[in-house]
Every structure is written in C-alpha cells, then in structure tokens.
C-alpha cells in the first residue's frame, strides 16, 4: 500500500512537472474513476473527440488506477495538476456532504430516461450544486446516471436479515455506510482497488456497483448471487479546477460547456441496454450465478429503511441538505411527468 501512494505521487509530481515548465500548454488532462472502455471512460473519450475537433487543445485521458485512488485524482483536480476530473459524489460527500444526497436509498428511481431527464434538467443539479462544488475549488461542468446500482453476495439475499453480519463493501461515504447499517448489514468502507482481494479472502462479502461494472471489473468471478433491491442508480459528476476554468476564454468555456453536453447525450445514448447485455455476458461466463430481482414486498424492509437514511442525511446537513432533498424530489417529480 504504501510502495503505491509512493508511485502516485511520483506520478502526480511528473504531472505538476511538466505543468511548471509548460504553463500555457495546449493539453488539458482529465482522470476518472473507471476503465478507458467503461461508462466514464466513455464520457472522457467522447468530451475529448468535442474539444479537439472544435478547439486548438488536445485531453490527455488518465483512467483509472493512473494516478491512483479517487481521493488522489481528487486532490490533483483541487490543486490545478488535472484540469478535469469525473468522480461519485460518493466520495466527494467528505467535502460536500449535501453531495450524499445521492444515497439515499429509493430517492432515485431506476427507469433510466426518468433519470436522464431529470440530470439534463435538474434545478437541484444545474443551479444549487455547482455552487456547493465552486466552494471546493471545482466547476460542476455534469452530472449522469451509470446504471441502478447491484448488491452482488456470496450469499443469497432476499430480505434486510439476509444481510445481518454479512461485511459489506462501501464507499467513504458517511451516509452509505447508514444506508447499510439501516439495510442490517456491516457496512466496510474500503478504496476499489482493496475489494477483489477483500471478496477472494473473505475479508468482505459483498459489495454494490451497477452492472456493466460488475462485468468489466469481473467481481462475479468472487461472489455467487447478484441482488437488484432497486434502491439506487450510479450517479458520477464531472469537473473541472474552478481557477483554470474561470482564466479561460470565453471561447473555450463555451466549447467545454459544449462538450459537456454532447457527451452527456452521447452517454446516455450508449447505455440504453448496456445493463441487460453486461448482464448477460456474465451468465455466459459464470451460468451458476443466481440472479434475484426482489418483488415488492421483499424490497419493503430496505423501503422502510430509507426513511431513517433521508433523516440522517438531513442531520448531516442542516437546512441546506434539507432544501437540496425537497428540490431534489420536485425536480423528479418533474422529470416523472
């Protein structure tokens, strides 16, 4: 672990390296937390392909494991080595803690063109969080959904007992970890890069992601039942370092602003289906996985523990979490018509 944090500060040194000595570069760089061939590698290559075409700069893409964990990507987006950066608000919530408001179980609905309207639209999204992430050094250029959110076990899991003392894999994320104490289990915050391992050695036993991450990471390889319970979708955010943005033209705002949507209905468009496929190739790959869609009334004890989560989560955070939850749900109400 810590040979690791040595090579990504070595990595990030070279970085801030060759900003020093190339300060009006034309190269932008951008990390994410994903694969360059999952969803948010995707997005970036397609955000690239948009900027190169219609400006003189050129992306510079590091996917994940790059630069290292998300907390590191993060840091370098803060202090201006990245100029962009795609990361869950699930690990963003340390510094936004209104950023949680995305776990909260059942707020969130799985139809995916609900929830593409609803980002693309969103009061709540386009108007009160980008100046939350401004006060953290960052310009919210996006947000998008990447698929309802999986719990894959070793175990099966039919009901919230079915996770009582199952060490369940969660972000660092204070308000997920509720979620899954509510939901009966251990919830065991750990970085993506330990969860494998963790799964192989029995370190945990489960863990959430949407499905076609489940394929690409091959966490099916080390768990046996893939529950949807439809308590939540996968939301990313992209950004950019707020002085770097706010120093830039008027032009190239215009043509990052415009990347960001193109992109976005661009992503949307490639992941309508990539769930029923993704899961498909892993039936092919493993035929012994069971896989359990929970009915209503086995959902009904993780639906009656999000109301515990919502109150938590407006504890966290005061008035401001309060506001951004009822705009959140006017907003998909909205979206839902």
């Not at 995707?42 to 075409?53: H, M, S, T």
């Not at 510094?95 to 059942?106: G, K, M, R, S, T």
Request: a negative charge; glycine letters at 6%; proline letters at 4%.
């Amino acid at each position: 672990m810590r040979l690791k944090r040595i090579l990504t500060s070595v990595a990030a040194i070279a970085l801030t390296a060759a900003a020093t000595t190339n300060a009006s570069a034309d190269t932008w760089r951008y990390a994410f937390e994903e694969a360059l061939e999952e969803v948010q590698g995707k997005y970036a290559q397609k955000f690239k392909e948009e900027i190169e075409a219609n400006t003189d700069h050129t992306i510079q893409l590091f996917p994940y494991g790059t630069l290292g964990e998300s907390a590191d990507i993060m840091e370098q987006a803060q202090s201006g080595i990245l100029q962009f950066v795609d990361q869950s608000p699930g690990f963003t919530g340390s510094l936004i803690p209104e950023a949680q408001v995305f776990f909260v179980p059942y707020l969130l609905p799985t139809d995916q063109d609900q929830l593409a309207q609803f980002y693309k639209e969103s009061k709540a999204v386009n108007e009160i969080f980008p100046e939350l992430y401004a006060d953290q050094g960052l310009e919210l250029l996006v947000m998008f959904p990447e698929g309802e959110v999986a719990m894959t076990t070793k175990s099966p899991v039919e009901s919230c007992a079915d996770l009582d003392e199952v060490k369940f894999r969660v972000m660092t994320n204070p308000l997920l970890v509720e979620a899954y104490r509510a939901f009966g289990a251990t919830p065991t915050p750990l970085p993506w890069g330990e969860v494998y391992g963790g799964l192989q050695t029995n370190i945990i036993q489960g863990q959430e992601n949407p499905t076609f991450f489940l394929y690409s990471t091959k966490i099916y390889e080390v768990t046996d039942y893939i529950t949807y319970t439809g308590h939540n979708n996968f939301t990313t955010a992209v950004m950019a370092n707020k002085d770097f943005y706010d120093g830039l033209g008027e032009d190239d705002q215009k043509a990052i602003q415009a990347a960001s949507e193109a992109a976005y209905d661009y992503i949307v468009e490639y992941q309508k289906g990539l769930a029923d496929s993704e899961l498909q190739k892993i039936k092919d790959a493993k035929p012994e996985m069971t896989v359990t869609v929970l009915t209503d009334e086995q959902r009904q004890c993780f639906k009656d523990a999000a109301g515990s989560v919502e109150t938590t989560f407006i504890e966290m955070t005061g008035d401001s979490g309060k506001a951004i939850l009822e705009q959140m749900k006017a907003d998909l109400a909205a979206a839902a018509q």
